[in-house]
């Protein structure tokens, strides 16, 4: 059973498209007054944090873009207790430059910024601003030096890394940001399947973002970078899974409305995008990367989140939900298709039954018994 509840972050829409690349209405509005109404709705309704996209450039359906450090400080000071996760990558940010912002940002917001680390997936972004387009492993590798960077700037005077990526020569950040009972610096999320990134997130991370997966899929994960912590003599990271959540109050509406995404699927920009990332991990040498095994149907939510199958009425989502707690995933990383109808909606419904499961948890014997059969 999980040590504590499990905890819920959802997606900022804050890149133009919505979650799903379909033709069908999303109720959902990428502009800031409609993610600021947003947030205070989510904090509200059982959200703890959510996770501005970092998108620079048009691509596969996602038009326009807000930049994430800038919106989540925006969205920071919106709200009071919800802690926003800015997207950045390596390679286009300096460790120093956004450990300064991170902490300004974190002072302004008493303690709510933090940060995911992205390797990156999408090429042409890199090469359109001259930057170099590293092989896969080499990102993560230049990830991972990025957040030793980071982190050391974070809680160190005179911070030192003489890496092949970035370099600190008796480097002091004040005001550094704030040292609280739950953290010591801003959190660092980082994102990928593939076997370097479950490596990276075992020894340097603090929470790992993993994309949609089924329970095979979380348990193989979780072993995985379990171990690679083990191995670095680190606690393991948190576990953070994507899912696209669908409630309704039959599961016949919610398998109806997976039907119309799907088949109203942007056929171009999906493919476009399958191929894209598909290109990004295709280096991995043991066929582990990100989107390497997704159907079409699969990257109609670009990061599989429709694998989770968080989709039929409350009490089947709640079911299976505290099933992924059970296993050892620590917070869901939710997408909608009608964001402010949906997170109230969920807040009302699906949350309330969770916590009721959560709590008769100690009397639940664990085992394969408790995976609940019909989702």
């Known amino acids: 059973?999980?040590?504590?509840?499990?905890?819920?972050?959802?997606?900022?829409?804050?890149?133009?498209?919505?979650?799903?690349?379909?033709?069908?209405?999303?109720?959902?509005?990428?502009?800031?007054?409609?993610?600021?109404?947003?947030?205070?709705?989510?904090?509200?309704n059982g959200f703890e944090y959510a996770l501005s996209q970092v998108r620079y450039m048009a691509s596969y359906g996602a038009e326009y873009q807000h930049e994430s450090t800038s919106f989540s400080l925006a969205l920071l000071l919106a709200t009071e207790r919800l802690k926003v996760i800015a997207a950045v990558h390596p390679g286009l940010w300096h460790p120093g430059v956004l450990a300064k912002l991170g902490a300004t940002a974190d002072h302004?917001?008493?303690?709510?910024?933090?940060?995911?680390?992205?390797?990156?997936?999408?090429?042409?972004?890199f090469t359109a601003l001259g930057e170099p387009w590293l092989e896969?492993?080499?990102?993560?590798r230049r990830s991972e030096e990025f957040i030793t960077a980071l982190r050391r700037i974070w809680?160190?005077?005179?911070?030192?890394?003489?890496?092949?990526?970035?370099?600190?020569?008796?480097?002091?950040?004040?005001?550094k940001p704030l040292?609280?009972?739950?953290?010591?610096?801003?959190?660092?999320?980082?994102?990928?399947?593939?076997?370097?990134?479950?490596?990276?997130?075992?020894?340097?991370?603090?929470w790992y973002f993993s994309n949609g997966k089924d329970f095979d899929g979380v348990t193989e994960q979780l072993r995985d970078v379990r171990a690679s912590a083990a191995e670095a003599g680190r606690r393991a990271p948190k576990f953070g899974l994507n899912a696209f959540l669908i409630a309704r109050d039959t599961e016949a509406e919610a398998r109806e409305t997976l039907r119309e995404i799907v088949a109203g699927a942007d056929t171009e920009a999906v493919e476009g995008f399958g191929a894209a990332v598909r290109?990004?991990?295709?280096?991995?040498?043991?066929?582990?990367?990100?989107?390497?095994?997704?159907?079409?149907?699969?990257?109609?939510q670009y990061n599989d989140?429709?694998?989770?199958?968080?989709?039929?009425?409350?009490?089947?989502?709640?079911?299976?939900?505290v099933a992924y707690g059970k296993l050892g995933v620590d917070l869901f990383l939710l997408g909608f298709l009608h964001y402010h109808e949906e997170v109230e909606y969920f807040g009302e419904r699906v949350l309330p039954l969770v916590r009721e499961l959560e709590a008769r948890l100690p009397?639940?014997?664990?085992?394969?018994?408790?995976?609940?059969?019909?989702v």
């Open 136 to 140: 896969h492993d080499e990102r993560y």
């Open 108 to 125: 302004l917001s008493h303690g709510r910024f933090a940060v995911n680390v992205v390797s990156g997936w999408f090429k042409d972004e």
């Open 179 to 206: 040292n609280t009972p739950e953290r010591p610096h801003p959190e660092i999320f980082q994102g990928g399947n593939s076997t370097a990134a479950r490596r990276m997130a075992g020894r340097v991370s603090d």
């Open 279 to 300: 290109q990004a991990g295709r280096s991995t040498s043991d066929g582990k990367g990100m989107w390497q095994d997704s159907t079409f149907e699969d990257l109609v």
């Open 1 to 44: 059973m999980p040590a504590a509840p499990v905890k819920f972050a959802y997606w900022v829409p804050n890149v133009s498209g919505g979650l799903v690349t379909s033709t069908i209405e999303q109720r959902t509005d990428w502009g800031y007054d409609y993610n600021r109404r947003l947030a205070v709705l989510a904090e509200n």
């Open 305 to 321: 989140g429709f694998r989770t199958g968080l989709i039929g009425t409350p009490e089947q989502i709640a079911e299976r939900i």
């Open 155 to 175: 809680t160190e005077d005179h911070a030192e890394l003489a890496g092949d990526f970035y370099r600190l020569r008796d480097f002091s950040l004040k005001p």
């Open 363 to 374: 009397e639940t014997a664990d085992g394969p018994d408790s995976v609940p059969a019909h």
